[in-house]
């Protein structure tokens, strides 16, 4: 299948697989997702490969129903209960802590397989990772704990910043805690940070020429499900004001941005379509162990180093999981 049919047969805030005749039995998935369709496509492909390894196919034994909040947090409470009454086997959640804390307020007996990328037990949604308990689990990446390694990259990209600027989504429950550590690193590395929050796509314009008149000399983009789904225009912004800038995955290095670092995204989403699988199978969620995402990337694109004027030093070319010329 094409990538660009896939994306179709996914978009929508809410798109349902439909059932074949004589399949009523057909179990439902229900996916619900904090970002939009086409940026996270390779997510539910993930996802898929994952339900594949436990021997489900959509359209032969399971069904999947999906519903988008494309950076709206705020739909998500509607879509947790639409799923819940429309009584789907299982919740599989995507796009953080906001989307898996509405299907925890929806339901204490449908299970739910999360995804995220900040500690599941600080906001309360398992006991523990090892023994998670009641009827959530899934897998986290903890990319939200990697700023401070991000801006050391940074560092050594870009040696003599000293006037460093993070954008973050002041909508996403993530945000306070990242800010936080950033602005600890940056005193350990005695750079001034400045941090903008634009609400959406419309202020983007406005925060970059903040940017320019206070001559912010690199920047880092949050871990966000709203910005990853507009990573086209951060980027496209970035070489625009020509800003080295470093992101939370490869994704948006692949999209043209300078550098990332991060766990790996899709591999998450496939150990959560294992997880879905399994439960369908009747695996009880408190007996599977939150996944914890072993695998950090370092992503580099030389020809936006070559573009923006920098070189890249051979030690951190070294380290890289993935070099883009």
Known sequence: MKRREFITMIGGAAAAWPLAAGAQAMPVIG????GSPGPSAEQVESFLKGLAESGLTVGQNV???????EGRYDRLPAFAADLVK???????????????????????????????????????????????????????????GLAGKRLELLRELVPTAALVAFIVDPKNPETEHETRDLQAAARALALRLDVLSPKDQGEFDTAFAKLAQQKIEALLIASSPALFGWRDRLVALA???????????????????????????????????????????????????????????????????KTLGLTVPPSLLARADEVIE
């Open 239 to 305: 070489a625009h004001h020509s800003l080295p800038t470093i992101y939370p995955v490869r994704e948006w290095v692949q999209a043209g941005g300078l550098a990332s670092y991060g766990n790996s995204i899709p591999d998450a989403y496939r150990q959560s379509g294992v997880y879905a699988g399994r439960i369908l199978q009747g695996t009880q969620p408190a007996d599977l162990p939150v996944v914890q995402s072993t695998r950090f990337e370092l992503a580099i694109n030389l020809k936006t180093a």
């Open 31 to 34: 996916f619900m997702h904090a």
């Open 86 to 144: 429309r009584r789907v086997a299982v919740l599989a959640v995507g796009g953080g802590p906001a989307a898996v804390l509405a299907a925890k307020a929806a339901t204490t007996t449908i299970p739910v397989v999360f995804v995220s990328g900040d500690d599941p037990v600080k906001y309360g949604l398992v006991a523990s990772l090892n023994r998670p308990g009641g009827n959530i689990t899934g897998a986290v990446f903890f990319n939200v």
């Open 63 to 69: 069904a999947v129903e999906y519903h988008w909040a």
